[in-house]
């Protein structure tokens, strides 16, 4: 897809490349990406969208439908949800924040109209009424210090910012991934809403030189090195689980939602049949997998990357989902356009994972481990 600059807040600052109504880039994503490490820029998140929940019941109502204890939840306290079918698989994934008088969900654009309309289906006589914010507030993000350059909004005296919970594990929650230390931990992140007015002043301000910026690449290569999971990495099938995502989205002990019992039974008596790792991909060949790329052993196809990404440290990196038996130690390959290369597989969720298993605590690997290129 060519660039499309038209019309976009931040099209004028120097070297700002603009697609998909998104700052992608600012002509160095490697650089974007240290910066946004270091915590000196911070990134306009055009990949993302508001819906607000205002009402009296709106924090008991959330907390009825998914997978999150939020009826306790303290005005400027982050936290996150998710929302499942009968079956227990991932249909959505919100970012949560209330002022006291509303609840902020943040959201994957493409996820924003789906949620919003089966979230108005489920009001019955509730005292709630979910809109689309997304004209009203836009999502800013970065390392809490960088973000001091920005004025969030605070309609209720309460500044909307979501600090990331990942990796911590939330009360109620349950961490797989047993890799000391987590890549996680060293990821501090935020996101602030904005109102339209401070998002143009900091557009001003970027291509006066006063405030640096990175584009969403380079925020989401920093995502991918974490293990941080978001929606666009699930698909029809997935469960919470597979992904990790107990950590920081799923109460287990909260009470009824749809698609608790599923959660519950396979934490406790069994284990998720899939389960996502990260890959540390043969950098010789300069090519990403595109997100729904074949991972195989040999020619039995194990999986499929869910994102990738050139990571400034790392090199090229991909999460993916595989099957439950793939081995630990098998010699993976991902398919690219270019053709195969190879991957070398690092555990997130082991192959022990659920029934409430004793994982083994494993090292992080100290430095990249070279892909064993096929033969």
């Given at each position: 897809?060519?660039?499309?600059?038209?019309?976009?807040?931040?099209?004028?600052?120097?070297?700002?490349?603009?697609?998909?109504?998104?700052?992608?880039?600012?002509?160095?994503?490697?650089?974007?990406?240290?910066?946004?490490?270091?915590?000196?820029?911070?990134?306009?998140?055009?990949?993302?969208?508001?819906?607000?929940?205002?009402?009296?019941?709106?924090?008991?109502?959330?907390?009825?439908?998914?997978?999150?204890?939020?009826?306790?939840?303290?005005?400027?306290?982050?936290?996150?949800?998710?929302?499942?079918?009968?079956?227990?698989?991932?249909?959505?994934?919100?970012?949560?924040?209330?002022?006291?008088?509303?609840?902020?969900?943040?959201?994957?654009?493409?996820?924003?109209?789906?949620?919003?309309?089966?979230?108005?289906?489920?009001?019955?006589?509730?005292?709630?009424?979910?809109?689309?914010?997304?004209?009203?507030?836009?999502?800013?993000?970065?390392?809490?210090?960088?973000?001091?350059?920005?004025?969030?909004?605070?309609?209720?005296?309460?500044?909307?910012?979501?600090?990331?919970?990942?990796?911590?594990?939330?009360?109620?929650?349950?961490?797989?991934?047993?890799?000391?230390?987590?890549?996680?931990?060293?990821?501090?992140?935020?996101?602030?809403?904005?109102?339209?007015?401070?998002?143009?002043?900091?557009?001003?301000?970027?291509?006066?030189?006063?405030?640096?910026?990175?584009?969403?690449?380079?925020?989401?290569?920093?995502?991918?090195?974490?293990?941080?999971?978001?929606?666009?990495?699930?698909?029809?099938?997935?469960?919470?689980?597979?992904?990790?995502?107990?950590?920081?989205?799923?109460?287990?002990?909260?009470?009824?939602?749809?698609?608790?019992?599923?959660?519950?039974?396979?934490?406790?008596?069994?284990?998720?049949?899939?389960?996502?790792?990260?890959?540390?991909?043969?950098?010789?060949?300069?090519?990403?997998?595109?997100?729904?790329?074949?991972?195989?052993?040999?020619?039995?196809?194990?999986?499929?990357?869910?994102?990738?990404?050139?990571?400034?440290?790392?090199?090229p990196i991909a999460l993916a989902v595989v099957r439950r038996s793939t081995p630990i130690d098998a010699d993976l390959v991902v398919e690219?356009?270019?053709?195969?290369?190879?991957?070398?597989?690092?555990?997130?969720?082991?192959?022990?994972?659920?029934?409430?298993?004793?994982?083994?605590?494993?090292?992080?690997?100290?430095?990249?481990?070279?892909?064993?290129?096929?033969?």
């Open positions: 897809m060519e660039p499309d600059n038209t019309d976009h807040t931040f099209s004028a600052v120097p070297g700002a490349v603009v697609s998909g109504g998104m700052l992608q880039h600012l002509g160095n994503p490697l650089g974007e990406q240290r910066a946004l490490a270091q915590g000196s820029a911070i990134v306009p998140l055009g990949d993302r969208a508001v819906l607000a929940v205002p009402g009296e019941d709106r924090l008991s109502w959330l907390d009825s439908l998914t997978s999150q204890a939020l009826t306790q939840l303290k005005p400027g306290e982050s936290t996150e949800l998710l929302l499942l079918d009968p079956q227990g698989r991932l249909q959505h994934a919100a970012a949560v924040l209330d002022d006291g008088a509303t609840t902020w969900l943040i959201v994957d654009r493409e996820d924003a109209a789906p949620l919003l309309e089966w979230l108005r289906r489920m009001r019955f006589r509730l005292r709630v009424d979910p809109r689309d914010a997304s004209d009203e507030l836009r999502v800013v993000g970065g390392a809490p210090a960088a973000l001091a350059v920005v004025t969030a909004d605070a309609p209720n005296g309460v500044p909307l910012v979501w600090n990331d919970p990942w990796p911590a594990v939330a009360v109620g929650g349950w961490a797989y991934s047993a890799v000391d230390p987590h890549p996680g931990a060293g990821r501090a992140w935020a996101e602030a809403l904005v109102t339209p007015a401070e998002e143009a002043r900091l557009s001003r301000a970027a291509a006066a030189g006063e405030v640096t910026l990175a584009g969403v690449v380079a925020a989401d290569a920093l995502r991918i090195a974490a293990w941080r999971p978001r929606r666009s990495d699930a698909d029809e099938r997935t469960l919470p689980h597979e992904l990790d995502w107990l950590r920081t989205s799923v109460h287990l002990s909260k009470g009824c939602y749809r698609g608790q019992e599923t959660v519950a039974k396979v934490h406790n008596l069994g284990h998720p049949p899939r389960r996502i790792v990260s890959l540390q991909l043969d950098g010789s060949a300069s090519v990403l997998p595109e997100p729904g790329a074949e991972v195989r052993i040999g020619d039995d196809v194990v999986g499929a990357v869910t994102s990738s990404a050139l990571h400034y440290e790392e090199g690219t356009p270019d053709g195969e290369i190879a991957a070398a597989q690092e555990v997130i969720v082991p192959p022990e994972a659920g029934a409430t298993a004793n994982v083994p605590r494993l090292t992080r690997l100290s430095r990249r481990k070279a892909a064993t290129p096929p033969v």
